[in-house]
């Protein structure tokens, strides 16, 4: 493709390639910017499978049409940065698992950080951006699906056939009209593992995630009591859950990422029942400030320890929980009732 310059910029796709690589992201790709299909966002809206995530619903048409956050959008790039493990490392003791993407610092600062720079790099340029990690309103893999980074797996995760899906994504809209990659092929074939393999049956069908089902929703987005019959099903997973991820054959050896702040640190990574049944505001803190953990805050920490605490709690975790039947948090009262019961 010939990488042409136009518009109001003065750059190039391959110039923002090496500029975002410079940066830490493992991957970068362009796409060009247009209004997306609106039947897979509407599907999901519509059968409820969003758990009434607000921001979802809220921003539908500015998730489905980049013009309408950066007016005169032509370009949206693409970028990535892998959290895939290094090698030899190993998952500490603890009774409780964290999810690998929340393993070291906050990916959303830790990302947005690069794109930012990223993006003032191409306003120097000459060209406008939109740019917004995770939180914004851009469909963010399906931008990288199109932009040639990898496919939407059947687990709903993009995956790189060489970084597999330890990925965390982010999109910059922009005004620059730069050569588009072409989209990535999907390569799922035939294989379903993910689906059987998922503890609370939450891919209803291929590519999309029922929330309300998912024990990362549960244990991350959701404020409030788990139901106890998915907490049930996968015991120790008390922030996020890897499992449609760990059996994806494409994550069986994947290259280890770039960026070191995403690296996995062994505090982070399981956590002791007893600490956290005992976890007070100012410790939680303390101890977790500018990880991923502190988005569940205390609360909702200590809540989803009680839910997914494999059972029976020992006679130490039975006292501590005991004594958080009175704790201020409705939710952690409710789930301290039930772990006890
Ligand atoms: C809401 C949300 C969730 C929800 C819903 C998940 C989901 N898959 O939709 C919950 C809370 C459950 C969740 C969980 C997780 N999340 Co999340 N989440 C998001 C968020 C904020 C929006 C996603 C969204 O809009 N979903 C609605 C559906 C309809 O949209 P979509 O899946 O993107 O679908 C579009 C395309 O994929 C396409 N499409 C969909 N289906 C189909 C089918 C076909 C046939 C085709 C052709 C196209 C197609 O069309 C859709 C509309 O354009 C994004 C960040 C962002 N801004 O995009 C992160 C994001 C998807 N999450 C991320 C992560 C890391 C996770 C977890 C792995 C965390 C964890 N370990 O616990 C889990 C994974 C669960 C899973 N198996 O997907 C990463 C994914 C990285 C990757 N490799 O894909 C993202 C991109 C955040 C980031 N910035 O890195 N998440
Ligand atoms: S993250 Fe866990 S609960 Fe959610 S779809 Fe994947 S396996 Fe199921
Ligand atoms: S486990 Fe199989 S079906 Fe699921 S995402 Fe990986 S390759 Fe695709």
Redesign the pocket.
């Known amino acids: 493709m010939i990488d042409t310059v136009a518009g109001p910029a003065r750059t190039t796709a391959a110039a923002v390639k090496a500029q975002a690589l410079s940066l830490g992201f493992d991957l970068c790709g362009v796409a060009r910017a247009h209004p997306?299909?609106p039947s897979?966002?509407d599907k999901?809206l519509g059968a409820g499978w969003?758990a009434g995530?607000k921001y979802?619903r809220e921003r539908r048409e500015a998730?489905?049409d980049p013009s309408l956050l950066l007016p005169g959008a032509r370009s949206v790039i693409a970028l990535a940065a892998s959290y895939a493990p290094q090698p030899g490392e190993e998952t500490p003791d603890g009774e409780l698992i964290v999810?690998?993407?929340?393993r070291g610092r906050d990916?959303h600062n830790v990302?947005l950080k690069p794109a930012r720079k990223l993006a003032a790099w191409l306003r120097s340029q000459g060209a406008r951006v939109y740019c917004e990690?995770?939180?914004?309103a851009?469909?963010?893999?399906?931008w990288a699906?199109e932009a040639g980074l990898g496919w939407?797996g059947k687990?709903?995760?993009?995956?790189h056939e060489r970084l597999g899906?330890w990925?965390?994504?982010?999109a910059l809209v922009t005004d620059a009209e730069l050569a588009p990659d072409s989209p990535h092929p999907d390569r799922c074939g035939d294989c379903i593992a993910c689906m059987p393999a998922c503890p609370t049956a939450a891919?209803p069908e291929?590519?999309?995630?029922d929330?309300r089902r998912?024990l990362?929703?549960h244990t991350?987005?959701h404020r409030g009591p788990i139901p106890p019959e998915l907490s049930s099903l996968a015991p120790g997973r008390v922030f996020?859950?890897?499992i449609?991820?760990d059996v994806c054959p494409w994550n069986r050896r994947p290259r280890p990422g770039t960026l070191v702040q995403l690296r996995a640190r062994p505090e982070q990574t399981a956590l002791s029942l007893n600490d956290i049944l005992a976890l007070d505001t100012a410790t939680a803190w303390a101890r977790y400030e500018g990880t991923p953990l502190l988005r569940a805050g205390r609360d909702g920490l200590v809540r989803s320890a009680l839910a997914v605490a494999p059972r029976p709690l020992s006679p130490a975790a039975r006292e501590l929980a005991t004594r958080l039947l009175a704790d201020p948090s409705e939710g952690v009262r409710i789930e301290a009732r039930r772990a006890l019961a």
Request: hydrophobic content about 50%; charged content about 20%.
């Open positions: 997306l299909d897979a966002l999901w969003d995530l979802v998730r489905l999810a690998r993407y929340a990916y990302v990690v995770d939180t914004g851009v469909m963010e893999k399906a699906q939407i687990n709903g995760c993009l995956i899906s990925l965390l994504l982010g891919i291929p590519r999309f995630i929330a998912c990362a929703y991350i987005e996020g859950c890897d449609c991820q």
